[in-house]
């Protein structure tokens, strides 16, 4: 079935946490205030009501700021036991309109109305009913577009949000588009955003008409994938499993059965740099860290590690996959191979606990730097001592292959 035949429709809450907060507390509706973690320094605002966005307050602000910016501002903490009752209660009304949605648990909802018609009428109006719903329900008010794909769908809340409902008809992606503004583009970050208006990019429409070499001049290999964002091209599928239940699962065949935990602890940090490198692609944290460990013999053995915190550089990664490895690895016989599976994946940004330490910061920025090396020249042209060392003592390990759930 073409784009042209599909009907999806995207609900985007603006500031979820901040909207569960205000359905749970009624006397902050109409008040400013955020939603941070521990005060202190270095904490960050993570959500904002609309009246706080006003105030000049934006997510991602020191606490600290914010609260010069509004005198006595209620500072609440993240709240994931509502969020995800919230999300049960979204997911049941859609259930009730779409075969297939999908939710990251995070204020995006995508639900495929494709062939939905005749039991619920035109999309359009099928979406008014969700929202109508949603308000009567649970007292939400999302922004809501309907389109052929999610990427148009996505866009288009952008448009409209906080609330709305917006319908792209088949065809007129490309009017609609032409004229947006460049930062509702998904994908355009500050440094992208930064190279276009240097080069005098306004508006989706003008990216949108780039050849491949002007693209890929301007933006490097992202550029014709970015440029085909901007032409509204999305094949994407509303996927049925929730973000949470997703996985990214890594497989590590030795080259020789290994006893030797330098070899071992290579293979993970190897698993960790393939794994987390697809995993932040995505945006993604990992929750939960699992390892399938097959012996010599063929004996499998199994463990994991939730994770308080999500996991996000590969030297968090590698550092539970050892944990998870001295625990599970009982035996005193070689290794043939090593599974790592990354799970309850989450957006970045959900954690409760983003107030890093300065440590963690520069972590992150070696990692954002490392990632930027690997996805330019490959990934076997950046690596870590470990695997390096493991290599020095043993047959190099091929590239781990990969698996998504």
Excluded at 170 to 194: I, K, N, T, W, Y
Excluded at 206 to 227: P, Y
Excluded at 267 to 277: V, Y
Aim: glycine fraction near 10%; charge should be positive.
């Amino acid at each position: 079935m073409g784009n042209i035949n599909r009907a999806v429709c995207h609900l985007n809450i603006i500031g979820f946490r901040a909207a569960v907060a205000a359905q749970k507390d009624t006397a902050l509706r109409g008040r400013p205030f955020v939603v941070a973690g521990a005060t202190g320094g270095r904490a960050l605002v993570l959500d904002l009501s609309p009246e706080a966005l006003r105030e000049g307050i934006s997510p991602g602000m020191a606490l600290a700021v914010a609260e010069r910016l509004v005198r006595d501002l209620p500072v609440l903490a993240p709240d994931p036991a509502s969020y995800a009752a919230m999300n049960r209660e979204l997911e049941k009304i859609a259930s009730v309109y779409a075969p297939i949605y999908e939710n990251d648990q995070f204020g995006n909802l995508y639900l495929d109305l494709t062939g939905t018609a005749r039991l619920f009428g035109p999309a359009a109006d099928c979406a008014s009913r969700i929202l109508r719903e949603m308000l009567e329900r649970v007292g939400i008010r999302p922004a809501a577009a309907v389109a052929g794909n999610k990427l148009v769908g996505k866009i288009a809340t952008r448009t409209i949000r906080p609330m709305g409902l917006i319908q792209i008809q088949a065809g007129g992606e490309p009017d609609f588009l032409v004229h947006q503004d460049l930062c509702l583009l998904p994908g355009m970050g500050p440094s992208l955003l930064r190279a276009a208006v240097v080069t005098g990019l306004r508006e989706i429409g003008e990216l949108a008409c780039l050849s491949d070499g002007e693209a890929i001049a301007l933006f490097g290999k992202h550029g014709r994938r970015l440029r085909d964002t901007a032409r509204g091209i999305d094949d994407s599928p509303v996927v049925a499993a929730f973000l949470g239940e997703r996985r990214i699962e890594k497989h590590l065949e030795l080259v020789e059965d290994a006893l030797d935990f330098d070899v071992i602890r290579g293979g993970l940090m190897l698993l960790a740099e393939t794994g987390g490198i697809e995993m932040r692609g995505q945006k993604w944290g990992a929750g939960a860290v699992a390892l399938g460990i097959v012996y010599a013999d063929g004996v499998r053995v199994e463990g994991q590690e939730k994770l308080r915190r999500l996991c996000v550089t590969d030297r968090d990664i590698a550092g539970v996959a050892e944990r998870v490895y001295l625990k599970a690895v009982v035996r005193r016989l070689r290794v043939r191979s090593i599974t790592l599976a990354l799970g309850d994946l989450r957006p970045l940004g959900w954690s409760p606990d983003l107030f890093e330490i300065a440590e963690d910061t520069k972590q992150r920025k070696l990692q954002e730097a490392a990632d930027k090396v690997r996805n330019k020249y490959g990934l076997a042209m950046l690596t870590t001592g470990t695997v390096l060392n493991a290599s020095r003592r043993g047959p190099a390990p091929a590239l781990p292959v990969g698996s998504n759930a």
